[in-house]
């Protein structure tokens, strides 16, 4: 009963493997879509976060960088608006907020990127097993009808290898843009770094 039903599943073809590969590049699509928008709007004016910043490093008061935070937009503004809310509990506690802030931040930008990483991964082998029941399948109608089946069995394999090729084409560019996404995320994590390390050497050991 079992190879029974296991060959019944193999003699299914690579056709459903293949709407299968459709769906998970439709899904990467999707994904680095709404990632790609989401960065982009979630991001701080660099140049006033900075100008802001070089401000209260100077010597500037710590309610107008705090006045200035608030009204910008982005997670490098949230982070630093943390720290400096807890600010008067010492550059210790503001460290933590930050980090803590940092975090989840992270969390909420690489959303979605494991889907990425997985289909980059795992779309070949998808293709290459769509390949195998290919081939399955051609085979058995070779053994059918081995007298009048050469070229449809010919045609059944060059159609099975037809799912190793799609499943490379889904995995390269989710590859790709896994690897773009995650070095977008860690370049602005550093950045926030940077300027969270400004920001507690103004605060002192202490007190701002």
Not at 5 to 10: S, T, W
Not at 74 to 88: Q, T
Not at 120 to 136: D, E, K, Q, W
Request: proline residues 3%; charged residues 15%.
């Amino acid at each position: 009963m079992l190879e029974d039903g296991m060959l019944r599943f193999a003699l299914l073809g690579a056709g459903w493997v293949l709407w299968v590969l459709v769906a998970l590049s439709v899904a990467c699509v999707a994904v680095s879509l709404e990632r790609a928008i989401y960065l982009f709007r979630d991001g701080s004016d660099p140049v006033r976060l900075q100008r802001a910043v070089n401000a209260f490093l100077e010597g500037g008061d710590r309610a107008a960088l705090g006045a200035t935070l608030k009204g910008l937009p982005g997670f490098e503004a949230r982070i630093l608006s943390a720290g400096l809310e807890v600010a008067p509990l010492g550059a210790h506690a503001a460290e933590k907020a930050m980090a803590g802030v940092t975090t989840a931040e992270k969390m909420r930008m690489e959303r979605g990127l494991a889907l990425l990483a997985t289909v980059g991964s795992n779309a070949p082998f998808v293709g290459l097993f769509g390949t195998v029941l290919g081939v399955i399948r051609a085979l058995h109608d070779l053994a059918q009808h081995a007298s009048e089946a050469q070229s449809a069995v010919m045609a059944g394999i060059s159609e099975a290898l037809v799912a190793t090729a799609v499943g490379l084409i889904v995995a390269i560019p989710a590859v790709v843009l896994y690897n773009v996404f995650a070095r977008w995320v860690r370049s602005r994590v550093n950045r926030s770094d940077s300027l969270a390390s400004l920001l507690l050497a103004r605060l002192g050991p202490t007190h701002g």
